[in-house]
């Protein structure tokens, strides 16, 4: 083979290999309010909210109907009143919105783009997150973007059933960049050192974070058998492939959040999730003693000091103003289906050539054992070294899904030594060359 086929073959290999994930659906403003439930109460039709927030949820009509399901700048918004005082003593509290997609999904891509990111205030507890569809927490939970009143951090968490029935879930320091602040997924574990019931597998986003942007930002949730990513990333920060329709995530780097199957029964525990916007206020735990008086988030300022307020139902009631820039306004959610890749012709011509080429080795191999022993000895080691530069270096040089291309360098040695270096040079600088072009605690959990 020559050199200009073995890079053809090579770029054949990898643009299949990119694509990991296709497109298959995408909500924005023509179809997302058609697409999603709101929900008037949470998973117990007997209460307000599951966490007893001080909220009364509103459906779709009245939503619309007092601005706080809309469109707006051609993008969707979803608020919460922050026009009337209220009077603390009622027991529906301030009306917000549950918005649940009407579909579910099992496994895939999902990427979400913001373009506003609810503000911190006292009583607010902003979450987007999935939800198992079945029994809770037995489904499986995945919090994408969570958090209450000053946290200066996003607090993404996971919940599965207790491990007794499913078996160990937890995640790992080195698998993520966000800082672990309880390790076990199962959501009775506690340790009531750095986890308490119901708390699940927390982590703390401290880097490139778009908690709170008032300019949004974007999250991933990649979903496979083998793992669970969570991505995050401040617009501008994003990888260069992000708006293709089919998505190869290899060059992503290292995820905010990641559960692997090694430590994890994904396929077992993680039913169908449908997505999830709540926008509640007070409730468990922001509106606790604990969390209004005592803890700060890392900000250092208790929101008892701060609004000079002695509850959390005390100052939402008087301070609907405060919630002017409590909303998620998003440009557009996206669903990718995983891909799965086949071999193709090319792929069982490279076999077979590289088959042949290796049937080639063993007979030049044979016949150097009828030849002198200080030239069996020359050949041998010269074809010894020349096959360790030209396999080892590329393979360790490309990333994981482009170790494949090293089978198209391997065919070369029929041509003479000096064409399999060519080729091998060329397919990794291809290679190199499409690899840059790609760069572009908390107390009872929701029901």
């Not at 997924?185 to 709170?212: H, L, M, Y």
């Not at 991933?220 to 995050?232: P, S």
């Not at 890392?298 to 139902?313: A, F, H, L």
């Amino acid at each position: 083979m020559r050199p200009v086929t073995a890079w053809l073959l090579a770029i054949h290999f990898t643009a299949s290999a990119a694509e990991q994930f296709r497109v298959k659906k995408t909500y924005g403003v023509d179809n997302f309010f058609d697409s999603f439930d709101f929900r008037t109460t949470g998973g117990n039709p007997n209460q307000n909210d599951d966490n007893w927030s001080w909220v009364k949820y509103q459906d779709l009509p009245n939503a619309q109907k007092k601005g706080l399901a809309k469109v707006k700048d051609g993008e969707i918004y979803l608020g919460i009143d922050h026009t009337r005082v209220l009077n603390k003593t009622s027991a529906e509290g301030r009306d917000s919105l549950r918005v649940v997609s009407k579909e579910a999904f099992r496994y895939g891509l999902v990427i979400t783009r913001f373009t506003h990111l609810p503000e911190l205030v006292c009583g607010g507890w902003p979450a987007y997150w999935t939800l198992g569809v079945g029994e809770w927490p037995k489904a499986g939970e995945i919090d994408m973007y969570e958090g209450w009143n000053l946290d200066v951090h996003n607090k993404p968490a996971i919940h599965v059933g207790p491990a007794a029935e499913f078996g160990s879930c937890t995640i790992e320091q080195d698998d993520q960049s966000a800082e672990v602040i309880s390790g076990n997924c199962d959501n009775t574990f506690a340790d009531n050192k750095v986890q308490w019931p119901g708390q699940g597998c927390q982590s703390r986003e401290t880097k490139d974070t778009i908690w709170a942007s008032p300019e949004g930002g974007i999250q991933a949730l990649e979903w496979t058998k083998d793992y669970i990513k969570l991505f995050t990333w401040p617009h501008g920060k994003e990888p260069e492939n992000l708006d293709d329709d089919e998505l190869d995530t290899s060059s992503w780097g290292k995820p905010t959040v990641q559960i692997r199957a090694s430590k994890c029964d994904i396929d077992g525990i993680f039913q169908k999730q449908q997505l999830m916007f709540t926008l509640p206020v007070c409730g468990n735990p922001p509106g606790s003693d604990q969390f209004w008086k005592e803890l700060d988030g890392g900000s250092g300022k208790t929101c008892d000091k701060v609004t000079r307020e002695p509850t959390c139902i005390d100052f939402v009631a008087k301070n609907p103003h405060a919630f002017k820039n409590f909303y998620f306004q998003i440009k557009d959610i996206r669903y990718f289906e995983q891909r799965l890749i086949k071999p193709t012709n090319n792929t069982s011509m490279a076999t077979s050539t590289s088959t042949r080429s290796m049937n080639r080795t063993r007979t030049v191999t044979s016949l150097t054992t009828t030849m002198s022993m200080n030239h069996t000895t020359s050949l041998t080691a010269t074809m010894s070294k020349n096959q360790t530069s030209l396999v080892a270096p590329s393979a360790v040089s490309l990333s994981k899904n482009q170790t494949r291309i090293t089978t198209a360098t391997a065919p070369g040695i029929q041509d003479g030594q000096k064409d399999t270096q060519e080729a091998a040079t060329v397919t990794s600088t291809a290679s190199m060359s499409r690899v840059s072009c790609k760069h572009k605690r908390h107390g009872l959990r929701h029901i």
